[in-house]
């Protein structure tokens, strides 16, 4: 199975329950939290949504910071796989305590990683040795090997080499979730844990892009070999198999 295809069936389940929720708007509910301040995607807004019928309550993270009444569609929101729980809470008031704590939690996730990701722009940029761009689009011309946090990444075009904040996938109850800084360039992707420093970062992920193209060149070479040795073998008396 391909491992990028569980990210891409959560987009279009995301795409689902907001058609839904237009449609059926009475079983369903949205609260939305603004995160502004920010470094590099100055505002960001979050957004828990629930329904009766589901399980959880699903994050969403849109950019800018809006306020209520805004309409907000799929293509806006990126699904985030850090839901709220608020099934331990035995009363109104503990759940708003719960609601409080893991929203905080995923507010100073989305800080920390904007802090993180902006401090990466000056080294990504001299390695490009051109400007580098603030990508804020939900989809992505690349694919990550982990969930995105939020809609924002550098994206160096000259090199082809794009720069995103991931995530782990877990409840908000369990804390901040895991982050990490994903560098893909086509074939390519690592992630690094959010604290390395991007400048070694960088230069890990050029040997790797470097070995993956040695490594490709080698087996284009040992095809195109295989197929040069099987036309001069046809044009000799070419041995029955049996």
Request: net charge negative; hydrophobic share 45%; charged share 30%.
């Amino acid at each position: 199975m391909d491992e990028h295809e569980p990210q891409e069936q959560q987009q279009e389940e995301a795409e689902q329950l907001l058609r839904r929720a237009l449609i059926d708007a009475d079983r369903s509910a949205a609260v939305a939290l603004r995160v502004e301040g920010l470094a590099l995607a100055q505002a960001l807004t979050v957004v828990f949504h629930g329904r009766s019928d589901l399980g959880t309550v699903q994050t969403y993270v849109a950019n800018g910071g809006h306020g209520a009444g805004v309409a907000l569609g799929a293509g806006d929101l990126l699904r985030v796989p850090c839901d709220l729980d608020l099934g331990e809470a035995e009363s109104l008031l503990e759940a708003e305590e719960l609601y409080a704590d893991q929203a905080r939690a995923l507010r100073d996730a989305l800080t920390a990683a904007d802090t993180v990701l902006a401090i990466w722009r000056e080294p990504l940029q001299e390695l490009a040795e051109t400007e580098v761009t603030l990508d804020r689009s939900v989809a992505l011309q690349v694919r990550l090997p982990a969930h995105r946090l939020m809609p924002v990444a550098l994206v160096a075009p000259e090199k082809r080499l794009t720069v995103a904040p991931v995530c782990g996938a877990r409840t908000l109850a369990e804390g901040r979730p895991p982050l990490g800084i994903a560098c893909a360039q086509q074939d390519v992707a690592h992630v690094y844990p959010l604290p390395d420093d991007p400048e070694r970062c960088l230069e890990d992920f050029a040997e790797r892009a470097a070995e993956h193209a040695r490594g490709l060149a080698e087996r284009i070479e040992r095809q195109e070999q295989s197929v040069r040795r099987f036309l001069e073998l046809s044009g000799e008396d070419f041995p029955e198999a049996g």
